[in-house]
């Protein structure tokens, strides 16, 4: 039985669109109580405070120092700040370089910080982590989640140039970009279309895929529509709230 989910906090490309968020995510393994807030953009701690309590969390996983996908661990810092009942081991903060040393604050004896790279793993609770570096502008780690028997994979921002399949051939679900459509395609450096993410998906032989980090202003519909013409797996969009159970 599958005891890995996924909720999303926030699934907005690049910035928070009317009422949306940035990239972030809970992953939980609820076998052993291991809760992962992964990636902290603009607005999902507002989110992740409606799903567990903030200062229980096992972990924090950032992918990339783009503030799109960090810059809301300020408003845990601060909360912990102020909180008379932070009374636990400073928070795991396993995170790409360039981030800890932006924190407007100190976040000494809250966060407990691990700077991870290419080929690098971790071990969070009973989650076994694993880091590939994408095609993105500044370093940028996707991740794979290894429970029991689950696997969880995500690509963080990346360009087409990087194969999915650096992350195995066994994943249960990936949750890749899928920034826009092919009308709107940049360089395969920076981020992924709806085809290209589909096309990722099937070549890394992913059982399931959920699109995420949108440009704000791109229908869900069109960047699906495009996955579908080349994943014929399980395909979902990504929504605030909408958790997924591998
Ligand atoms: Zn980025």
Redesign the pocket.
Known sequence: MSTLTLTVLGCDG?HAGPGGAGSGYLVRDWSSGTSVWLDAGPGTFANLQRFTDPMALTAIVLS?E?V??WSDLEGLVTAAKWTAAFERAPIPVVSAPGIRHRLSQDSEGIFDWLEVGDGDDAQVGSLRLQFSRTA???T?LAVRFEGASEVLGYSA?SGPRWPLRALGQDLDLVLCEATYTDDYAESDDIHMTGSQAGRAAKDARARRLVLTHRWAKIPADAVLAEASAMFSGRIDSAEVGRGFSL
């Open positions: 690049s990339h783009h799109d996908h993105h502008p500044v940028t921002d």
